[in-house]
């Protein structure tokens, strides 16, 4: 089953969000996220697996990918490694998020593709500023996002 959120961008005149794509198998933990990303002033697309969220990476970019290590089929780390061998799905931020916080671990996904690492649970005010990095780090990398800022809230203009 599909687990998406049909509003997976919102729209403010010209200004577009950054797109946030959670990753998570556990319900309860993906609608914390999804909360937490909210009061941000975000809409966050959900996926509940790796195999659903690389389906909908396929059909559609994303910006910043917010993903679990441990879960059934497909794990993070794996999903990490596809994105980045394949150029073709746009090469989004990947931030590893799991209850795992041995430096191994953290090697482990930096090796494998993860731009950033957090040990769960994330914090609202790590994951702003987490995210506000992710942001700076593909606009340095030519993704040619106009960044304006509102208080805690991060945007951009996709189009510019």
């Not at 970019?61 to 679990?68: A, G, Q, T």
């Not at 780390?77 to 191994?104: H, K, W």
């Not at 942001?135 to 996002?145: E, K, M, Y």
Request: proline letters at 3%.
């Amino acid at each position: 089953m599909e687990f998406f959120e049909k509003n997976e961008m919102l729209r403010a005149g010209s200004e577009v969000k950054v797109t946030v794509l959670v990753v998570e198998d556990n319900r309860v933990e993906r609608m914390r996220l999804q909360a937490v990303l909210q009061s941000m002033g975000m809409a966050p697309i959900l996926a509940e697996n790796a195999t659903e969220a690389l389906r909908f990476i396929k059909k559609r970019k994303v910006d910043i990918v917010l993903s679990d290590w441990l879960m059934p089929g497909m794990t993070g780390l794996e999903f990490c490694q596809r994105l980045a061998e394949d150029e073709d799905l746009g090469r989004p931020y990947f931030i590893m998020l799991t209850g795992r916080n041995a430096s191994v671990d953290l090697i482990a996904a930096m090796d494998a593709g993860a731009d950033d690492y957090i040990a769960k649970p994330a914090w609202r005010e790590e994951l702003r500023v987490r995210l506000q990095a992710g942001v700076r780090s593909l606009n340095r990398a030519g993704r040619r996002h106009q960044i304006s800022s509102t208080p805690g809230l991060v945007w951009v203009d996709a189009r510019a």
